[in-house]
């Protein structure tokens, strides 16, 4: 401790018997009390090693330590001086590998993603290595791509206890998954029945041959999404009209009602534009 505003700093004592924050915590609250007391009553401050009592919440005295002597200091003649050479400082930086906090922040430059994902996507180097080499085989998806390594992936990493350099789906199998949900191929739900196969191994890692095995290819022609819609209006009247009355959850019942005559293949937001088309 030390009178405010000086500078020079005060006496230390070294606490032994610490096995827990808690009494870290105590100790040190009872240390600056002690100390405070005795430097405001005109004492000084022994340097000493103290015992902290948990039961008695206080330190006291163990054995006093004078100088540098009584920590064991000493040097040591049989080490020589060590010289590094700057050349060989500056060569062995060049060769470091790109550092977690510059791949955070280049994630979040180049890639625009949050600092949460960036962070997540660094925690080892695997992982971001994945990351990058999804985003190389689909350009400009880079939240697409942190999206399910870090949900469907990551997930189901943990649930079967193994890291990311033993994942089933390679890289460049999430990013022609991805790429079949970008271009509508694939709902969102039929990927996730897609990326099951693609971990279990079937059909050869083939996403396009998972999805046509399956049956899981999106419907996402007009014609055929406004045939299903007139047939889902004609046969809802009451909901139809109450829609138009301004209940909302009427709407979402006539989307549930075209998902399932379609077996969930028609492509939502082409249902959503075609409906509220409908409706007026």
Known sequence: MRPRGTEKLGTRCEIKNLNSFRFLEKAIDFEARRQIEILEDGGSIRQETRLYDANKDETRTMRSKEDANDYRYFPDPDLLPLEIAADWIEQTKAALPELPQARRQRYVAEFALPAYDAAVLTATRETADYFEAAVKHL???AKLCANWIMGEINGQLNKEGIDI????????????????????????????????????????????????AKGLKQISDDSAIEKIVDQVLAANAQQVADYRAGKEKAF??????IMKATQGKANPAQVNAMLKKKLG
């Open 165 to 212: 350099a033993t994942c089933p789906v390679a890289p460049e199998h999430l990013a022609a998954l991805l790429r079949r949900i970008n271009d509508g191929t694939i709902s969102g739900k039929a990927a996730k029945t897609v990326f099951e196969n693609l971990w279990n191994g079937e059909s050869n890692k083939d996403v396009d041959a998972i999805i046509e």
């Open 252 to 257: 979402n019942s006539l989307v549930g009602q």
């Open 139 to 141: 350009p400009g998806q």
